[in-house]
């Protein structure tokens, strides 16, 4: 049997990380298809149309103060009335000497043309006396002055968080168009693999690498559909691929990228008819990404070691879901920090590894302690870990005080 394969990786060296995310990138035509749902349902997901407010914002002039609604910018005032917030606002019109009580988020009445803060004056009965002149228009939050009536409010591609709730509650917007769910199939594969929750038995290992995925992939904007474990079987790993190539918009494995006999998988998405490539990323961990497309599937296959299958997708897998999303794919943009820390390394290439923040520098830029000893199968590091330190490739050496850069897993790891 021939093994197609696509040419992800033409140069006879390592991809650079930024070109290897580029080629994976382009294994995806386009973002999936739309639906428009409501608003109680839109949060996580991702818009496919921009919106336009169909209202102002604010819908009408109101006080931004608790204080007096006045007629002039004199310093002394009748008092004519009271007007809190929720209420339909005055009818009459203010007359020169006149001003109103009026709270924050009230309508202001016609005729205002300020308001004073209550701290700036002086009450006696009815009579408002200003203790300092106010100027024309103070206080006062203007119908449209933070959205006009058809201004853009969520554009195409964003990914709905608190922000975007916000100012789509606000504006009364009740449905919008959103991708569809992602379908995503999750596969371990390995003869060594037992299901979390089964007991284990000789020469075996729990897999970590599914619960890890699914944890970083089940979002709002996801379907995931668990395949479970793959064993290092050809027609039976063929056969999964077939169908998960019909389901799912992208495959997401782990294990069997490397060279060894038992690695099968390049063999198996040939034999569903469908192209893999082999990048050698000059990533550390994470060396062996291997990508291409099975059926209507785009495949990220990850490495079998957990931290560097971790390191693979938040670094390169993610930019497959991300364009299916219809997400711009984010840069790789890591915070400047300085290392708290010395080592040999990581030559040519990118390092990434589980560190803690431990303060900052005297120029204030956070300060990072690498954890563990290295490892790609090593999962304990990670757990104190506030991210991941990143050494550029070219650094022959590390020392305590050098520029690195960090990524927060809290960035990092959403989808
Ligand atoms: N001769 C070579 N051997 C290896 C090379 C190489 O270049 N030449 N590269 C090494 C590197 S780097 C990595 S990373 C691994 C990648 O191997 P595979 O992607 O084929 O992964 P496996 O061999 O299936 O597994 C590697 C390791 O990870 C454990 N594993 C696998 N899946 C899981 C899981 N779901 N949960 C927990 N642990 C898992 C597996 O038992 C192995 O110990 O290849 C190196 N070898
Ligand atoms: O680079 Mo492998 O990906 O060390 O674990």
Redesign the pocket.
């Known amino acids: 049997m021939t093994v197609t394969t696509l040419d992800l990786c033409a140069d006879p060296g390592l991809l650079s990380v930024e070109a290897a995310r580029a080629t994976v990138a382009a294994l995806v035509a386009g973002p999936v298809g739309a639906e428009t749902l409501p608003f109680a349902e839109l949060r996580g997901r991702v818009t496919a149309e921009p919106t336009m407010s169909p209202t102002p914002l604010p819908p009408f002039d109101h006080s931004a103060m608790d204080g007096y609604a006045l007629a002039d910018l004199g310093l002394r005032h009748v008092l004519r009335g009271r007007l809190a917030a929720g209420s339909a606002g005055a009818r009459e019109t203010l007359k020169p000497g006149d001003a109103v009580r009026i709270f924050t988020g009230a309508p202001m009445p016609p005729g205002a043309i300020a308001v004073v803060m209550q701290e700036r004056v002086t009450r006696e009965g009815d009579v408002v006396a200003l203790r300092t002149a106010v100027e024309q228009g103070a206080n006062i939050r203007r119908r449209g002055e933070d959205v006009s009536a058809g201004d853009l409010l969520v554009p195409a591609g964003a990914l709905i968080d608190a922000r975007h709730l916000a100012i789509l509650a606000a504006s009364g917007v009740e449905r919008v168009a959103v991708r569809r769910k992602v379908v995503i199939g999750l596969l ?3 003869d ?2 037992i299901e979390h929750g089964r007991p284990l038995t000789p020469g075996r ?6 619960p ?1 995925l699914l944890g970083i992939l089940s979002t709002p904007a996801h379907e995931v559909i668990d395949y479970g ?1 793959a064993p290092d079987d050809p027609a039976e790993l063929t056969q999964l691929l077939i169908e998960a190539g019909r389901r799912c918009d992208a495959l997401v494995t ?7 006999e ?2 099968h ?1 390049a063999a198996a998405v040939a034999a569903a008819g469908g192209q893999l490539g082999l990048a050698k990323v000059a990533l550390k ?4 990404i291997v990508a291409g497309r099975v059926g209507g599937a785009a495949l990220v ?6 931290f ?2 971790l390191v693979g997708q938040m670094l390169i897998g993610r930019v497959v879901l991300e364009r299916l999303a219809g997400l711009e794919p984010r840069p790789l943009a890591p915070l400047s920090a300085v290392a708290a820390f010395g080592q040999k390394g990581p030559g040519g290439r990118t390092e990434f590894a589980p560190a803690a923040l431990v303060g900052t520098d005297p120029s204030g830029l956070p300060r990072v302690e690498k954890l563990g000893r290295g490892g ?2 090593r999962l304990a590091p990670l757990i104190a870990a506030d991210g991941l330190a990143v050494i550029p490739a070219g650094h022959d050496e590390v020392k305590p005080g050098d520029a690195i850069g960090f990524l927060p897993f809290r960035a990092a790891l959403e989808v």
Do not use: C, F, Q, Y
């Open positions: 371990s594969t390995g060594e693999l290992i729990h897999d970590a690498n599914r890890m474990i782990s294990g069997a990228t490397s060279v060894g038992e690695d998988l961990p994470g060396k062996p296959g990850l490495p079998g070691n957990p560097a299958a790609s199968a």
